[in-house]
């Protein structure tokens, strides 16, 4: 059992420390700026609740962080406030926000500078990996920061792999959102062309499945698009975002992304039909517009 703080506590951050209090065991303080949530979670779950994120860092051996995006991260870590302030020499922050490679290494420079450790520690698997603790977690850490840092993020996580340095972690996130773009688009695309073409979609996605053309998004996207329901799951907004980041770490490395490049303008189409807040698989409705 490790003494643990969790910043953070939404559609993702809530499970996810409450599997580090119930699986894992641990001894865990939370904090949100939306104070409501981190009493609910403490009710819920019967951890403490912080009034500041160096608060919530004061004497743990880990500090978790979940946010929405760089300045998010920022707001909760650097500063007299930020939990780094906070955070005893040896301590490590564990951090899950998708945000840039660039927030990252600057992390790990705070935490050096105060006798801490760092891991960037985005997730993949959506609110339902985070409900059901199966996480993919992609960590950029010096090694034997990893390997102490592992046991307990496995709380949360079905694979946890170790990418490299800091700052790795999110740019291996990246690679993930630019598979997962390109895969929803051509998803979204069959499954209106099967529609068009008279096709029983269930029928022909059960057949597909088994083969080539079967992925995740697939198995658990293809009826809900199928029925014209999106209200679920990872939000269009998130998804720009995400790939807002990927698009510019690509114009500092030379990668060409004409794919994503695309998908993203067809996710601002989405959010100009009202789909800000439509799960990614909402590509097929821009598709059957009128």
Known sequence: MAKVAFIGLGVMGYPMAGHLKVKGGHDVTVYNRTAIKAANWAAEYGGLVATTPAHAAEDVDFVFTCVGND???RSVTIGDEGCIAGMKPGATLIDNTTASADVARELEAACAARGCHFVDAPV??????AENGVL???????????????????????????????GSGQLAKMVNQICIAGLVQ???????????????????????????????????RHKTMNAGKFDFGFAVDWMRKDLAICLDEARRNG???PVTALVDQFYGDVQQM???RWDTSSLLARLEKK
């Open 255 to 257: 990668a060409k992304l």
């Open 71 to 73: 300045d998010d991260l």
């Open 186 to 220: 051509g998803l979204a695309e069959g499954v209106h062309f099967a529609k068009r073409a008279g096709l029983d979609v269930e029928e022909l996605m059960a057949v597909l499945g088994k083969g080539a053309a079967g992925s995740w998004q697939m198995d658990n």
């Open 136 to 166: 993919t977690v992609m960590c950029g850490a010096k090694p034997d920061v990893f390997e102490r840092a592992r046991p307990v993020i496995d709380a949360y996580a079905r694979m946890v792999g170790l990418m490299g340095p800091a």
């Open 274 to 276: 009202g789909g800000k």
């Open 124 to 129: 993949s698997g959506g609110q339902a990996g």
